[in-house]
């Protein structure tokens, strides 16, 4: 359906009652990310029954948040979060969820000097948002040494991934992030 037109035409939701602006496959966010995962567009889905909160996206989010705020890597470069995520959980879940995230898959920068806002962000795996950023050849100083992650993990020992987590997840200090055992369970 479409409503008014030239520059202010609005695409709307399809799904029956829905008045939303359209997002993908016809459907708004919320509608789409229903039929995406059941099929169908009025089966609800967990989080809507129990807060965005619960989504493990708003655990992305909220490492987000903190790098922003304590990580120097971030805080240094001026890096920030868009007003849109900072301010809801909501906002930030269903623009995860309508483009392409899945379970595992880290959020990363297009550009790596540009901040966390929908048109600077993508979902990768793991390994390819370490091998990014191994490319960009971010450096890493502590003790009087700046060198790759990859150098300060054949360093010191700890597995780079830990590393990257410290940093990056934890919001550690580089200095802790290399030095700090790694826990033995
Ligand atoms: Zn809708």
Same mark, same amino acid.
């Given at each position: ?9 609005? !695409? ?12 993908? !496959?016809?459907?708004?966010? *919320? @509608? ?22 619960? @989504? ?12 922003? *705020? ?64 191994? @490319? ?8 009087? *040494?700046?060198?790759?992650?990859? *150098? ?14 410290? %940093? ?5 200090? %580089? ?11």
């Amino acid at each position: 359906m479409l409503f008014g037109n030239g520059a202010l035409a609005m !695409k709307i939701c399809s799904a029956e009652g829905c008045h939303r602006r359209m997002a993908a !496959k016809s459907f708004c966010r *919320k @509608h789409y990310q229903r039929w995406r995962v059941y099929g169908r567009t009025n089966r609800v889905l967990n989080y809507e029954r129990h807060g965005y909160s619960e @989504h493990p996206l708003a655990i992305t989010r909220s490492n987000m948040l903190q790098r922003c *705020k304590r990580n120097p890597l971030y805080v240094d470069r001026g890096i920030k979060v868009c007003r849109e995520w900072y301010e809801s959980t909501r906002s930030f879940v269903e623009w995860g969820v309508t483009n392409d995230w899945q379970e595992g898959l880290t959020i990363d920068r297009i550009d790596p000097f540009g901040d966390y806002e929908p048109s600077n962000c993508q979902f990768l795996t793991f390994s390819e948002n370490s091998r990014r950023v191994i @490319h960009q050849e971010y450096l890493y100083s502590a003790f009087n *040494k700046t060198q790759s992650l990859t *150098k300060w993990a054949s360093d010191t020992g700890i597995p780079y991934a830990t590393i990257w987590s410290r %940093i990056n997840n934890l919001s550690w200090p %580089i200095a802790r992030a290399v030095t700090q055992p790694v826990f033995q369970a």
